[in-house]
C-alpha cells in the first residue's frame, strides 16, 4: 500500500520570506499523481497544486511550486513571497493512476509571522 | 456553482445514536468518497464510490454505511454512534479518469458524547 509522510508537524516563516514543505511517498507504481491541499481554519480543502508522476518539469502556480524527485520519492512545496493568507495545514496528497482513492500525509501546520 | 454540499456543519450525537451525513454534488462527477479527518492523520478514506450503485470500503470502513443511488448523492451512515467516531468528516468527489484533483465539501464536525 501506497504511504505518504510529511515529517514537519510545524513549520513558520516571515512575511515576503520563502519556505519549503517536505513530503516524500512511498509506492511501487510508475503511473501516479501528487497534490498539495491547503486547509485554512474554515477546514475548506482547496487544492493547490498538482504535477504528474510522468512529467519531469516541477509544476507551479503562481507563487506555489513543487520541487518533484521522482527517484528520491520526494515532492516539496515551495511558497514564495509567503502571505498572511498562506497559513493554514498543508496537506500532500497520493494518487495511483487509474484509481479513485487519495491517501494523505499528516499534514503540516505553516505559521506566517508579520 | 455549489460544488460539494455537505450537511450539516455540525452534530452532537449521544452513544449508540444513528444518524446520516448528506452530501450532493452537481459537477456530474463519477467518483464520490467520505474521509475523516483526526489530529496527527491526516485524512482516512472511509467509503467511496465510481459510479452509481457502486461503492467499496476504504481504510477505515467500520461503524460507517454508504449507498449511491444517483449520481449526485453519497450519504455517510453512522450506525450506532460511538465516541471513537468523534471526527471531522468530508466529502469529495472527482471526475473518472485518471489524475484529477479532488473538490472538497466543507466538512462536518462530530462530537459523540
Known amino acids: 500500500a501506497q504511504t505518504v509522510t510529511q515529517s514537519q508537524p510545524e513549520m513558520s516563516v516571515q512575511e515576503a520570506e520563502t519556505v519549503t514543505l517536505s513530503c516524500t511517498y512511498d509506492t511501487s507504481e510508475s503511473d501516479y499523481y501528487l497534490f498539495w491541499y491547503k486547509q485554512p481554519p474554515s477546514r475548506q480543502m482547496i487544492l493547490v497544486i498538482r504535477?504528474?508522476?510522468?512529467?519531469?518539469q516541477n509544476a507551479t502556480e503562481n507563487r506555489f511550486s513543487v520541487n518533484f524527485q521522482k527517484a528520491a520519492k520526494s515532492f516539496s512545496l515551495k511558497i514564495s513571497d509567503s502571505q498572511l493568507g498562506d497559513a493554514a495545514m498543508y496537506f500532500c496528497?497520493?494518487?495511483?493512476?487509474?484509481?479513485?482513492?487519495?491517501?494523505f500525509g499528516q499534514g503540516t501546520r505553516l505559521t506566517i509571522n508579520p | 456553482n455549489a460544488g460539494v454540499t455537505q450537511t450539516p456543519k455540525f452534530q452532537v450525537l449521544k452513544t449508540g445514536q444513528s444518524m446520516t451525513l448528506q452530501c450532493a454534488q452537481d459537477m456530474n462527477h463519477e467518483y464520490m468518497s467520505w474521509y475523516r479527518q483526526d489530529p496527527g492523520m491526516g485524512l482516512r478514506l472511509i467509503h467511496y464510490?465510481?459510479?452509481?450503485?457502486?461503492?467499496d470500503q476504504g481504510e477505515v470502513p467500520n461503524g460507517y454505511n454508504v449507498s449511491r443511488s444517483t449520481t449526485e448523492d453519497f450519504p455517510l451512515r453512522l450506525l450506532s454512534a460511538a465516541p471513537s467516531q468523534t471526527s471531522v468528516y468530508f466529502c469529495?468527489?472527482?471526475?473518472?479518469?485518471?489524475?484529477?484533483?479532488?473538490?472538497f465539501g466543507s466538512g462536518t464536525r462530530l462530537t459523540v458524547v
Open positions: 464510490s465510481v459510479g452509481a450503485g457502486i461503492t
Open positions: 469529495a468527489s472527482t471526475r473518472a479518469g485518471t489524475g484529477y484533483g479532488y473538490t
Open positions: 496528497a497520493y494518487r495511483s493512476g487509474g484509481a479513485q482513492k487519495l491517501v
Open positions: 504535477q504528474e508522476a510522468y512529467k519531469q
